[in-house]
């Protein structure tokens, strides 16, 4: 069975511009929640989408943004990025999203120069 | 908001030590789950406690939630150089949620 998978792995952005994340979940997994982590801030929520619905939202601003497609494939989006945006994204996929075992992605490692 | 709060940051330990982290709420958590994060990894589900002071053991690693659900502990007896990495605990909320609050995490370190 195929893992979550992340991509891309790796990205160099400038300050201004906007990037798309993209999160494949395991099959079958209806629930993606998505977490930047940061040195400082450790692991903070961003959002959960079940069957393409935000269900849950962190305290990030709205320039963090998301979506879950039909198949349960999510990308989240960060417009206008700024210095401090540099993190470890990161995608974990469960069954139902109802407190069980949360499968995470390798992560996406977003530079922003 | 909701805060868990995971004591140390730190750990060095010599190979053969044994290893604590403490996970601390000032509210009742609905569950408590661990994860442990390899250095350049992402974190990996350990395990799930739900009731009221549940101890659950995987080999060396036993796993306590408090009588009041408001702390709970990971215990390593014995350390191995493979259990180098970080230690998450994380609050999984009430009812159909994927939403997990993470503590700070603690970073053991095992010397050989």
Excluded at chain 1, 40 to 50: P, R, T, V
Excluded at chain 2, 28 to 52: A, C, D, E, M
Excluded at chain 2, 93 to 109: A, E, H, M, V, W
């Amino acid at each position: 069975k195929a893992g979550v998978t992340q991509t891309p792995r790796y990205l160099i952005k400038t300050r201004g511009q906007q990037v798309t994340l993209s999160c494949s979940p395991i099959s079958g997994h209806r629930s993606v929640s998505w977490y930047q982590q940061t040195p400082g801030q450790g692991l903070q929520f961003l959002f959960e989408y079940f069957s393409e619905t935000q269900r849950n939202k962190g305290n990030f601003p709205g320039r963090f943004s998301g979506r879950q497609f039909s198949n349960s494939r999510s990308e989240m989006n960060v417009s206008t990025l700024e210095l401090g945006d540099s993190a470890l994204y990161l995608c974990a996929s469960s069954l139902q999203g109802d407190n069980t075992e949360a499968f995470f992605g390798q992560g996406t490692r977003l530079t922003v120069v | 908001g909701q805060q868990v709060m995971q004591i140390p940051q730190y750990q060095h330990v010599q190979e053969g030590e044994d290893f604590t982290t403490y996970c601390n709420s000032s509210t009742t958590l609905s569950n408590i789950q661990w994860y442990k994060q390899r250095p350049g990894g992402h974190p990996v589900f350990l395990i799930q406690l739900v009731k009221s002071g549940e101890v659950k053991k995987q080999k060396r690693l036993t796993f306590q939630f408090g009588e009041a659900k408001k702390n709970s502990s990971l215990h390593i007896t014995a350390t191995q150089t493979t259990d180098v990495g970080t230690y998450f605990c994380a609050e999984g909320g009430s009812g159909n949620t994927g939403k997990l609050i993470f503590g700070q995490g603690t970073t053991l370190q095992v010397k050989p």
